[in-house]
C-alpha cells in the first residue's frame, strides 16, 4: 500500500509540472497566487478511499514523501510537500491528509490509553478488572486529635471492582477474599462529612460499602468511569463560608488535587445552590461534573475510589504519612484557590515602589452579630495614615468578592467568618483581626490567627477591652461575661453563642490606630 501511494503522489507531482510548463507566462509570473485562490485547496495525497492507512504506517511514509529525490541521488519525480500547509480537504488539521480524520485520531488516542494505563473492565463488566487480585478497602479511623476531635472524620479508600449505587446508598466491591475490615455482615457503613461532629452526623446521608464474593452478585454498570471517585456529603454547616472551606472544599483539595482533575465527584446531601455557589473550585478539582449521589438511579463502575475526605484543623494543613503524603500546605490551597478564580495578585503592593501609590485596605463590615459600630470612624482613621479604604459585606458572589478581596494589601475585620476571606489575599499581604471580649483568644489564633501564618501572611491582632463591647449595656459587671468568661466557654458553645458571640464593637481609636500603623510597617517587611 505504501508503494501504490508513493506512485500516486509522483504521478500527480509530474501532472502538475506538465500543466505549469504549458500555462501563459503571464500566469506563472503574475497571478499565480491569484490562480492559486480560485482553486480549491491542492490535496497533499490523491482521494484512495480504499488505502485507509493506520497511523502509524503514516508517520513512517511521510518522511520518504518530504525527501523522495534527495536520498542517493535518485532520479525520481521530487514530491510537493510543503513543510506547513493548508489543511487538505475534510481534515481538521493542517498538513494532515485527508485519509485520516480527527475522529479517528481521537478514537486511536482513547484506545491507546485504554489499553495502557487504565484496568481493563472485568468479564462481568465491572471496571476494577480481576476482584479476587484488585479487591482493597483500607479506612483511617484515628479520630484523636487533642483539641480538635472534629478534624479526624473516618476516610475509606477503595480499589477493584467498584460498582456504587446511589439509589442503594451502597459501593458495592467485588471481593472474594472477604479481607478489608468489613463487619459481619461484609458491610462498612459511614457518613462522608469531613467534620467527625455527632450532632450534625444524623443528618448526613449513610453510605454502606458492601462486601461481595463475585461479579454476580454486585448490580451490573450502567456507566463505566476510567477515573477514581470521590464519595463525599455537603450537609452540616457548609451554608457559612468557614465551613465551606473547612469541611469541603480544603479537604476536597487535600483528597483529590493530586488527581490533576482526573477524578468524579459524587455528592450526597446535594444542594444545587452550593454546587453552583462553588464552580470554579469543582471544575479545578474535577473536569466531569458533579454526581448528585442523591438522585442518580445508575451504577457507577470505578477501578478506585474514596468514601469521605481527608482534613486536618481550621484552615490549617500539616504534613502527615497517610492524610497529607504530599506535603500540601495552606499556601498551596492559596494558590490552587486563587487560580480556580483567575485571581492574579500573588503579592501586595510595595510601598514606595510606585510614586504616590497608597496601600489598599478592604474591611469587611457585618450584617448581624460582632458589627463594628464605629466603621467609619475607624475607616477615616486608616484614611488619614495613609491607606486607600474599601468597605464591603461577603456575599453569595464569591468571584467577585475573591476579586476585591485579591486586590487588597491589607484585610481588616471583627472575628468571624468573613475573615476566611483571607484565603483571597495576595501571599505577604496583611490580617487584621479585631478580637471581640470574652476570653476569645484561642478561638481568634487557631481560627484566624495561626491560619494567617500558615498561609504566609502578616498577622495584626486587636484585643477589645470591656469598655469597647456592647455587651458592657447588656450585663452587669459582675455577670460571668466579664467576672470568669472562661467559665461560658467551658459550659459549651450553646452558652457561648447566647453571650459573647451576640455582642458588638466599638474600638478607642486612641488604642486602635498603632495596629493600623504596624499594618503599614509589616507592608514593609
Not at 476571606?421 to 495576595?426: G, K, M, T
Amino acid at each position: 500500500e505504501l508503494d501504490g501511494v508513493l506512485a500516486a503522489v509522483q504521478a500527480a507531482g509530474r501532472r502538475r509540472r506538465q500543466e505549469a510548463a504549458h500555462a501563459p507566462p503571464g500566469l506563472r509570473l503574475q497571478d499565480r497566487a491569484q490562480e492559486a485562490r480560485r482553486r480549491p485547496p491542492r490535496r497533499l495525497l490523491p482521494r484512495a478511499p480504499h488505502l485507509r492507512l493506520p497511523r502509524q504506517a503514516l508517520r513512517h511514509l511521510l518522511p520518504r514523501l518530504r525527501f523522495i529525490g534527495r536520498e542517493n541521488g535518485n532520479a525520481v519525480d521530487p514530491v510537493d510537500f510543503p513543510e506547513e500547509g493548508p489543511a487538505a480537504a475534510g481534515s481538521q488539521e493542517p498538513g494532515v491528509p485527508e485519509v485520516l480524520s480527527r475522529k479517528e485520531d481521537e478514537a486511536e488516542k482513547a484506545a491507546e490509553a485504554a489499553t495502557t494505563s487504565v484496568p481493563k473492565p472485568s468479564a462481568e463488566g465491572g471496571a476494577g478488572g480481576d476482584g479476587a487480585a484488585l479487591a482493597k478497602m483500607s479506612c483511617d479511623e484515628n479520630g484523636v486529635d487533642e483539641g480538635f476531635p472534629y478534624a479526624r472524620p473516618s476516610v475509606c479508600e477503595l480499589s477493584g471492582d467498584i460498582r456504587i449505587s446511589p439509589k442503594q446508598k451502597t459501593m458495592y466491591l467485588v471481593n472474594p477474599s472477604g479481607a478489608g475490615g468489613f463487619d459481619e455482615n461484609g458491610e462498612k457503613r459511614l457518613r462522608p462529612y469531613a467534620r467527625k461532629d455527632d450532632f450534625l452526623l444524623p443528618a448526613v446521608v449513610e453510605v454502606t460499602v458492601k462486601s461481595v464474593p463475585s461479579a454476580a452478585a454486585a448490580p451490573q454498570c450502567t456507566k463505566k468511569h476510567r477515573v477514581p471517585a470521590v464519595v463525599f456529603s455537603v450537609a452540616g454547616y457548609t451554608d457559612n463560608f468557614f465551613h465551606d472551606n473547612t469541611d469541603a472544599l480544603i479537604p476536597l483539595f487535600l483528597t483529590a488535587s493530586h488527581l490533576k482533575g482526573e477524578v468524579q465527584l459524587l455528592i450526597t446531601n446535594y444542594k444545587p445552590w452550593w454546587v453552583q455557589k462553588y464552580t470554579p473550585v469543582l471544575r479545578k478539582l474535577s473536569n466531569y461534573d458533579p454526581i448528585n449521589f442523591d438522585a442518580d438511579a445508575g451504577v457507577h463502575c470505578f477501578a478506585a475510589g474514596f468514601l469521605g475526605l481527608y482534613r486536618d484543623r481550621d484552615l490549617i494543613i500539616s504534613p502527615h504519612p497517610t492524610r497529607n503524603p504530599r506535603n500540601y500546605t495552606m499556601v498551596d490551597y492559596n494558590r490552587f484557590i486563587r487560580s480556580a478564580y483567575a485571581l492574579r495578585r500573588d503579592r501586595p503592593s510595595a510601598l514606595g515602589e510606585v510614586p504616590g501609590m497608597r496601600p489598599q485596605m478592604l474591611i469587611i463590615s457585618r450584617g448581624g452579630t460582632r458589627k463594628l459600630l464605629n466603621l467609619e470612624e475607624v475607616a477615616a482613621a486608616a484614611t488619614e495614615l495613609g491607606f486607600n479604604v474599601t468597605v464591603a459585606e461577603a456575599g453569595a458572589d464569591v468571584p467577585a468578592f475573591a476579586a476585591l478581596v485579591n486586590a487588597a494589601d491589607v484585610l481588616l475585620a471583627v472575628h468571624g467568618a468573613g475573615l476566611t476571606n483571607q484565603i483571597f489575599l495576595p501571599t505577604q499581604a496583611v490580617v487584621v483581626q479585631i478580637v471581640p471580649w470574652g476570653n476569645m483568644d484561642w478561638m481568634a489564633t487557631n481560627f484566624y490567627g495561626q491560619p494567617a501564618r500558615e498561609m504566609q501572611l502578616r498577622y495584626v491582632e486587636y484585643y477589645v477591652d470591656e469598655e469597647e463591647t456592647s455587651l458592657k449595656d447588656k450585663y452587669p459587671r459582675e455577670h460571668l461575661v466579664f467576672s470568669d468568661p472562661k467559665a461560658l466557654h467551658k459550659q459549651g458553645w450553646q452558652a457561648l453563642a447566647e453571650t459573647i458571640m451576640k455582642q458588638d464593637v466599638k474600638v478607642n481609636l486612641t488604642r486602635f490606630r498603632p495596629f493600623l500603623l504596624q499594618a503599614i510597617d509589616k507592608l514593609q517587611e
